[in-house]
């Protein structure tokens, strides 16, 4: 058996294969290092260019499954792809419990006034009565209650929040207070502190979060995004945010990434701009080795595939 690694996974993954596998190498722009023609597996590198795609799948036909470390795979799913007959997986899962973090680390961020406190210690001032807010008692709405939502569900239940949730299916789940619709989430919008995209992006969310939600938040609330920035309306947002529908937001990806510098979005004092890093520590890429090497097990030995997508939702 061949697979195809790419050259940024290459070096953890090669040592740990079974004696029998060939390997070839891939670099971001779809290179290889040998001879691909062969190969029936396919390990994508991190922020897969559809260009990229679309060469591997023309120099190697015979590709029977794809992983891809992401959990979103809207830029997999183009119309080349969906063309072959490919087994697709993603690493939903692996990113849930940075990311978890890092949504805690928004809130706190404007529940504790961090920006003001920042600017006290620079500017060398004492500030004798500075009031900050807490968590505790806070409601939370989480728009999609997956495995990114739920590890923040569980740590936000921690802070003692009142934590609300939103799935396709719904159904009780630990740490939610209430889990609803996707077609319910809309009216619990005014009630909510804190509002986390957590959905994949797919044909049905893209400008999910458009004007009427933004009108429909709570002035005081704070909009978070760790998901995908088309889920958002941009130029709505911008306005949201000008205007004062909504507190404030953090937000750790975008439509246009990198971020242009031009955009309004890095000067607004109520935003919170991260370069889409909310996943990213040095266990992150120990657990998506770890998923895709048993997934090649189980590959091997004609078992069940952890994580297939289903082409037809998009996730």
């Known amino acids: 058996m061949k697979i195809i690694l790419p050259v940024e996974l290459a070096v953890d993954i090669e040592p740990l294969l079974p004696f029998d596998i060939k ?11 040998d001879d691909p023609s062969h190969a029936e597996v396919y390990l994508n590198g991190f922020k897969l260019k559809p260009t990229t795609l679309h060469k591997v799948l023309a120099a190697a036909p015979g590709i029977r499954w794809q992983h891809t470390p992401s959990s979103g795979v809207n830029h997999i799913l183009t119309p080349t792809f969906l063309e072959h007959d490919i087994i697709l997986t993603n690493g939903s899962g692996v990113h849930a419990i940075p990311i ?33 807010e807490e968590l505790y008692n806070k409601t939370l709405l989480i728009v999609g209650a997956g495995n990114i939502g739920q590890e923040i569900a569980l740590r936000a239940k921690a802070f003692g929040m009142r934590i609300w949730g939103s799935r396709r299916h719904p159904e009780p789940l630990p740490n939610f207070d209430k889990i609803v619709g996707v077609n319910e989430w809309r009216s619990l919008l005014g009630e909510a502190d804190y509002v986390v ?48 529908w909504i507190a404030g937001a953090g937000l750790d990806t975008f439509v246009t990434e990198p971020l242009p510098p031009e955009s309004p979005f890095w000067s607004l004092p109520n935003v919170f701009v991260t370069p889409h890093c909310s996943a990213l520590t040095p266990q992150l890429r120990n657990r998506i080795v770890a998923l895709f090497l048993d997934n090649l097990a189980r590959y091997r030995h004609g078992e069940p595939l952890r994580n297939v997508v289903d082409k037809n939702t998009g996730y």
């Open 23 to 33: 390997f070839v190498r891939v670099d971001s722009d779809g290179n290889f290092d």
């Open 100 to 132: 978890a973090e890092f949504v805690l680390n928004f809130m706190l961020y404007y529940a504790k006034n961090v920006h003001k406190l920042q600017n006290l210690q620079a500017n060398h001032h004492w500030f004798n009565w500075l009031e900050l």
């Open 197 to 244: 995209v957590a959905t994949p992006l797919t044909p049905e969310t893209k400008g999910l979060i458009n004007a009427e939600v933004l009108r429909l938040m709570n002035p005081n609330a704070y909009l978070i995004n760790i998901a995908r920035g088309a889920i958002i309306d941009e130029s709505a947002l911008l306005t949201a945010l000008s205007e004062g």
